[in-house]
C-alpha cells in the first residue's frame, strides 16, 4: 500500500486507506478488470461460438463445449440462441437458457450470459458491438501481484473553482482504438498545486452521473505511473467548489488486461507538473 506520510492526519489517512484496500478489492473480484480475458467485435448476422477452431467466437480451452452458441447481431440489436444441451444461465438466473435478447453496456443493466466459469455480455463503442469476456479463472487474476502507490500525503487533496459552462458541451475524448467520442462536460475545474495554477475538464461518464470523471495524465506518466494516464473521481460541484484529491488517482484498467477500450485524456487534461500521488503503475513500487 505504500509508506505513509507521519505528517498525514489519522483520521484522513485512515480514509485513503480504506479506499485502496476497497479499490484492490474490485480489482480481484469476479467482475474486475482482472477476469476480463477476451474482446470480440460482432459481425452483422451470426456470430458462432465455443472452443472449436472453426467458431467465430473461439472460447479458452476447456472453457466451453466446442459448439456452444450464436450471437446474432441484426441492426444494432443482438440476441443469443444456445446449442441443445449446452448449460447457459442469464444473470444467474438458475432457468436453463435457450435463447434471448441481450441489451448492450450503453443501456442499464446489461444481460450477462453465464457459463461455467466464463461470463459474456455486449458492450457498444462508436457504431460497433462487441462481446466483452470474462473468465474467472483468468491468467491476469491468478498471477496478480497487488496494486503499489506513492505515500499518502494529504497536501495532494486540494478544494478547486469550479467554472461551469452556461450549458453542458460535448468534448472529444480519444480512447485506445483509435476512435473518438463525444462526451458530455458540464465547465472546469481550476486550482492551485505546488505553485502552479492549473485546470482540468471533467466528463459524466454516464447519464445521470452523480460524480466528475476526470481522464489526465501528468509527467510521471510512462515512469513512475500508466503511460497513457490515470483516472480519477469527484464529487459533484458544491457551492461553486469541486474537491479533488490525487491520492485516489488510479490506473485505467488498459495496464491490466489487453481487452479494455480505455479513454484517454482529452485536450486540456495533460498537466506539466508531476502529480506524485496515488497509484503507481502496475508492478512499479
Not at 8 to 18: D, M, N, P, S, V
Not at 102 to 127: A, S
Not at 148 to 153: A, G, K, R, S, V
Request: proline share 9%; hydrophobic share 35%.
Amino acid at each position: 500500500m505504500g509508506i505513509v506520510m507521519a505528517s498525514t492526519g489519522g483520521a484522513y489517512l485512515e480514509e485513503i486507506e480504506k479506499w485502496r484496500t476497497q479499490r484492490e478489492t474490485r480489482l480481484k473480484s469476479d467482475t474486475g478488470w482482472l477476469t476480463v480475458a477476451g474482446l470480440f467485435w460482432l459481425k452483422e448476422g451470426d456470430n458462432r461460438f465455443g472452443t472449436a477452431p472453426e467458431n467465430d467466437i473461439v472460447l479458452p480451452e476447456g472453457s466451453a463445449p466446442p459448439r456452444a452458441g450464436v450471437f446474432l447481431l441484426q441492426q444494432g440489436r443482438c440476441s443469443v440462441t444456445i446449442e441443445p444441451g449446452v448449460a447457459a444461465t442469464l444473470q444467474g438466473n438458475p432457468a436453463p437458457l435457450t435463447t434471448a435478447s441481450l441489451r448492450d453496456d450503453t443501456q442499464p443493466e446489461p444481460e450477462v450470459l453465464e457459463m461455467g466459469r466464463l461470463r459474456m455480455f455486449v458492450i457498444k463503442r462508436g457504431e460497433r458491438f462487441a462481446i466483452r469476456m470474462r473468465d474467472l479463472d483468468s491468467q491476469m487474476r491468478k498471477e496478480f501481484t497487488g496494486l503499489h502507490w506513492y505515500p499518502i500525503e494529504e497536501s495532494w487533496r486540494v478544494t478547486a473553482r469550479f467554472e461551469p459552462f452556461d450549458a453542458p458541451r460535448e468534448i472529444p475524448v480519444p480512447n485506445i482504438l483509435g476512435e473518438t467520442e463525444k462526451m458530455p462536460s458540464p465547465g472546469v475545474v481550476r486550482f492551485e498545486l505546488r505553485g502552479r495554477s492549473l485546470s482540468l475538464q471533467p466528463v459524466m461518464e454516464t447519464p445521470g452521473a452523480r460524480q466528475l470523471f476526470f481522464i489526465f495524465k501528468d509527467t510521471t506518466a510512462g515512469k513512475a505511473t500508466y503511460g497513457a494516464g490515470r483516472f480519477l473521481y469527484a464529487d459533484l460541484p458544491a457551492d461553486g467548489k469541486v474537491v479533488l484529491d490525487f491520492n485516489k488517482a488510479y490506473t485505467p484498467p488498459c495496464a491490466f488486461t489487453p481487452y479494455a477500450t480505455c479513454p484517454l485524456p482529452p485536450e486540456g487534461n495533460r498537466l506539466d507538473i508531476p502529480i506524485e500521488a496515488g497509484e503507481l503503475n502496475y508492478g512499479t513500487h
